[in-house]
T-cell receptor, first 115, second 113 residues
Protein backbone atom coordinates (compact mmCIF):
# COMPACT_ATOMS: atom_id res chain seq x y z
CA UNK A 1 0.00 0.00 0.00
CA UNK A 2 1.11 3.52 -0.68
CA UNK A 3 1.93 5.50 2.45
CA UNK A 4 3.91 8.43 3.77
CA UNK A 5 5.53 8.46 7.19
CA UNK A 6 6.63 11.53 9.08
CA UNK A 7 8.31 10.14 12.19
CA UNK A 8 8.34 13.41 14.12
CA UNK A 9 4.91 14.56 15.25
CA UNK A 10 6.21 17.65 17.02
CA UNK A 11 9.54 19.48 16.78
CA UNK A 12 10.66 22.46 18.85
CA UNK A 13 13.64 24.58 17.85
CA UNK A 14 15.07 27.95 18.83
CA UNK A 15 14.97 30.78 16.36
CA UNK A 16 18.16 30.75 14.29
CA UNK A 17 18.75 27.04 14.80
CA UNK A 18 18.81 24.59 11.93
CA UNK A 19 15.85 22.42 11.07
CA UNK A 20 15.48 18.96 9.60
CA UNK A 21 12.11 17.33 8.89
CA UNK A 22 11.98 13.67 7.96
CA UNK A 23 9.73 11.97 5.43
CA UNK A 24 9.75 8.36 4.27
CA UNK A 25 7.42 6.81 1.76
CA UNK A 26 6.26 3.41 0.62
CA UNK A 27 5.43 3.32 -3.07
CA UNK A 28 5.74 0.94 -6.01
CA UNK A 29 8.02 3.27 -7.93
CA UNK A 30 9.63 6.61 -7.21
CA UNK A 31 6.69 8.97 -6.82
CA UNK A 32 6.51 12.69 -7.24
CA UNK A 33 7.37 14.18 -3.84
CA UNK A 34 6.16 17.34 -2.18
CA UNK A 35 6.43 19.33 1.02
CA UNK A 36 3.52 21.57 1.98
CA UNK A 37 3.25 24.03 4.88
CA UNK A 38 0.04 24.90 6.69
CA UNK A 39 -0.30 27.78 9.15
CA UNK A 40 -3.12 27.49 11.72
CA UNK A 41 -6.52 27.68 10.05
CA UNK A 42 -4.93 28.29 6.67
CA UNK A 43 -4.59 26.46 3.39
CA UNK A 44 -1.66 24.44 2.15
CA UNK A 45 1.27 26.15 0.49
CA UNK A 46 3.76 24.24 -1.64
CA UNK A 47 7.33 24.55 -0.34
CA UNK A 48 9.26 21.96 -2.31
CA UNK A 49 8.77 19.43 -5.07
CA UNK A 50 10.77 16.65 -6.65
CA UNK A 51 9.91 15.04 -9.95
CA UNK A 52 13.24 13.80 -11.30
CA UNK A 53 16.85 14.83 -11.86
CA UNK A 54 18.97 16.58 -9.24
CA UNK A 55 18.21 15.01 -5.87
CA UNK A 56 18.73 18.27 -3.99
CA UNK A 57 15.90 20.70 -4.63
CA UNK A 58 15.48 24.28 -3.53
CA UNK A 59 12.14 25.67 -2.47
CA UNK A 60 10.66 28.86 -1.19
CA UNK A 61 11.45 30.57 2.11
CA UNK A 62 14.98 29.15 2.23
CA UNK A 63 13.89 25.51 2.43
CA UNK A 64 15.68 22.72 0.61
CA UNK A 65 15.05 18.99 0.41
CA UNK A 66 17.10 15.96 -0.50
CA UNK A 67 15.70 12.86 -2.16
CA UNK A 68 17.40 9.56 -1.37
CA UNK A 69 16.03 6.71 -3.44
CA UNK A 70 17.88 4.02 -1.46
CA UNK A 71 16.18 5.18 1.74
CA UNK A 72 12.79 6.14 0.21
CA UNK A 73 13.39 9.46 1.88
CA UNK A 74 12.60 13.09 1.10
CA UNK A 75 14.17 15.05 3.95
CA UNK A 76 13.60 18.78 4.28
CA UNK A 77 16.13 21.20 5.78
CA UNK A 78 16.50 24.85 6.64
CA UNK A 79 19.79 26.26 7.96
CA UNK A 80 18.28 28.99 10.14
CA UNK A 81 14.69 28.94 11.35
CA UNK A 82 12.63 32.10 11.74
CA UNK A 83 9.74 32.51 14.18
CA UNK A 84 7.38 32.78 11.19
CA UNK A 85 8.26 29.21 10.19
CA UNK A 86 6.14 27.87 13.05
CA UNK A 87 3.47 25.80 11.30
CA UNK A 88 2.43 22.28 10.33
CA UNK A 89 4.50 20.63 7.61
CA UNK A 90 3.12 17.86 5.43
CA UNK A 91 5.05 15.57 3.14
CA UNK A 92 3.04 14.17 0.21
CA UNK A 93 3.46 11.82 -2.74
CA UNK A 94 1.69 11.36 -6.06
CA UNK A 95 1.90 8.84 -8.87
CA UNK A 96 4.60 9.89 -11.33
CA UNK A 97 3.75 10.81 -14.87
CA UNK A 98 0.02 11.01 -14.21
CA UNK A 99 -0.87 14.64 -14.05
CA UNK A 100 -4.22 14.31 -12.38
CA UNK A 101 -3.29 11.97 -9.57
CA UNK A 102 -4.32 12.53 -5.96
CA UNK A 103 -1.85 13.49 -3.25
CA UNK A 104 -1.24 11.10 -0.38
CA UNK A 105 -0.17 12.99 2.73
CA UNK A 106 1.84 12.10 5.77
CA UNK A 107 0.43 12.80 9.21
CA UNK A 108 2.35 16.06 9.51
CA UNK A 109 5.04 17.54 11.74
CA UNK A 110 4.16 20.49 13.93
CA UNK A 111 7.05 22.94 14.24
CA UNK A 112 7.26 25.23 17.24
CA UNK A 113 9.88 28.00 17.28
CA UNK A 114 11.11 29.61 20.48
CA UNK A 115 12.65 33.12 20.42
CA UNK B 1 -1.59 35.97 -9.34
CA UNK B 2 -5.05 34.46 -9.16
CA UNK B 3 -5.52 31.69 -6.63
CA UNK B 4 -8.08 29.02 -5.93
CA UNK B 5 -11.23 30.49 -4.45
CA UNK B 6 -13.47 28.61 -2.08
CA UNK B 7 -16.81 29.66 -0.70
CA UNK B 8 -18.04 29.91 1.87
CA UNK B 9 -15.02 30.10 4.15
CA UNK B 10 -17.03 29.05 7.17
CA UNK B 11 -20.26 27.10 7.40
CA UNK B 12 -22.28 25.94 10.38
CA UNK B 13 -24.98 23.32 9.90
CA UNK B 14 -27.16 21.10 12.02
CA UNK B 15 -27.12 17.31 11.85
CA UNK B 16 -29.07 15.89 8.91
CA UNK B 17 -28.92 19.18 7.00
CA UNK B 18 -27.28 19.61 3.62
CA UNK B 19 -24.32 21.75 2.60
CA UNK B 20 -22.84 22.89 -0.70
CA UNK B 21 -19.22 23.94 -0.97
CA UNK B 22 -17.94 25.76 -4.03
CA UNK B 23 -14.51 25.88 -5.61
CA UNK B 24 -13.25 28.17 -8.36
CA UNK B 25 -9.93 26.92 -9.78
CA UNK B 26 -7.08 29.03 -11.05
CA UNK B 27 -7.86 30.26 -14.59
CA UNK B 28 -6.89 27.72 -17.27
CA UNK B 29 -6.58 24.91 -14.72
CA UNK B 30 -8.60 21.94 -15.91
CA UNK B 31 -8.41 19.63 -12.88
CA UNK B 32 -10.03 20.05 -9.48
CA UNK B 33 -9.45 17.97 -6.36
CA UNK B 34 -11.35 17.87 -3.05
CA UNK B 35 -9.70 16.95 0.24
CA UNK B 36 -11.09 16.63 3.75
CA UNK B 37 -8.96 17.45 6.79
CA UNK B 38 -10.39 16.45 10.16
CA UNK B 39 -9.15 18.12 13.36
CA UNK B 40 -5.49 17.30 13.88
CA UNK B 41 -5.49 15.05 10.81
CA UNK B 42 -3.75 15.07 7.46
CA UNK B 43 -5.79 15.92 4.36
CA UNK B 44 -7.59 12.95 2.84
CA UNK B 45 -8.47 12.82 -0.85
CA UNK B 46 -12.18 12.72 -1.63
CA UNK B 47 -12.66 13.10 -5.37
CA UNK B 48 -11.21 14.75 -8.47
CA UNK B 49 -12.42 15.97 -11.85
CA UNK B 50 -10.67 16.52 -15.15
CA UNK B 51 -12.43 18.38 -17.93
CA UNK B 52 -15.77 18.02 -16.12
CA UNK B 53 -15.48 14.25 -15.79
CA UNK B 54 -14.75 12.44 -12.55
CA UNK B 55 -11.14 11.24 -12.75
CA UNK B 56 -10.59 9.58 -9.38
CA UNK B 57 -12.49 8.79 -6.22
CA UNK B 58 -11.19 8.35 -2.72
CA UNK B 59 -12.82 7.89 0.64
CA UNK B 60 -15.88 9.96 -0.15
CA UNK B 61 -19.10 8.94 1.64
CA UNK B 62 -22.12 8.05 -0.47
CA UNK B 63 -23.89 11.01 1.15
CA UNK B 64 -21.49 13.31 -0.69
CA UNK B 65 -21.55 14.10 -4.39
CA UNK B 66 -19.60 16.49 -6.53
CA UNK B 67 -19.40 17.79 -10.05
CA UNK B 68 -17.38 20.12 -12.22
CA UNK B 69 -19.20 22.59 -14.40
CA UNK B 70 -18.53 23.96 -17.89
CA UNK B 71 -16.67 26.96 -16.42
CA UNK B 72 -14.48 24.47 -14.46
CA UNK B 73 -15.76 25.46 -11.06
CA UNK B 74 -16.73 22.58 -8.83
CA UNK B 75 -19.29 21.99 -6.11
CA UNK B 76 -19.24 19.45 -3.30
CA UNK B 77 -22.71 18.56 -2.09
CA UNK B 78 -23.06 16.98 1.31
CA UNK B 79 -26.35 15.58 2.58
CA UNK B 80 -27.55 14.08 5.86
CA UNK B 81 -24.69 15.78 7.65
CA UNK B 82 -23.16 14.01 10.63
CA UNK B 83 -21.06 15.37 13.49
CA UNK B 84 -18.06 13.55 12.02
CA UNK B 85 -18.31 15.61 8.84
CA UNK B 86 -16.98 18.63 10.74
CA UNK B 87 -13.69 19.36 9.04
CA UNK B 88 -11.73 21.68 6.81
CA UNK B 89 -12.52 21.00 3.16
CA UNK B 90 -9.87 21.96 0.66
CA UNK B 91 -10.14 22.35 -3.03
CA UNK B 92 -7.02 22.25 -5.20
CA UNK B 93 -6.53 22.79 -8.90
CA UNK B 94 -3.88 21.85 -11.42
CA UNK B 95 -3.26 21.63 -15.10
CA UNK B 96 -2.15 18.54 -17.01
CA UNK B 97 0.95 20.36 -18.14
CA UNK B 98 1.93 21.16 -14.58
CA UNK B 99 3.42 17.86 -13.36
CA UNK B 100 0.64 17.39 -10.84
CA UNK B 101 1.55 20.52 -8.90
CA UNK B 102 -1.66 21.21 -7.04
CA UNK B 103 -2.54 24.67 -5.81
CA UNK B 104 -4.75 24.73 -2.76
CA UNK B 105 -7.53 27.08 -1.80
CA UNK B 106 -7.90 28.47 1.73
CA UNK B 107 -10.48 25.84 2.63
CA UNK B 108 -14.03 25.83 3.92
CA UNK B 109 -14.42 25.08 7.60
CA UNK B 110 -17.61 23.09 8.12
CA UNK B 111 -18.99 22.72 11.61
CA UNK B 112 -21.88 20.32 12.17
CA UNK B 113 -23.79 20.82 15.42
Amino acid sequence: AQSVTQPDIHITVSEGASLELRCNYSYGATPYLFWYVQSPGQGLQLLLKYFSGDTLVQGIKGFEAEFKRSQSSFKQRKPSVHWSDAAEYFCAVAKPGYNTDKLIFGTGTRLQVFP
Amino acid sequence: AAGVIQSPRHLIKEKRETATLKCYPIPRHDTVYWYQQGPGQDPQFLISFYEKMQSDKGSIPDRFSAQQFSDYHSELNMSSLELGDSALYFCASSTRTGNNEQFFGPGTRLTVL
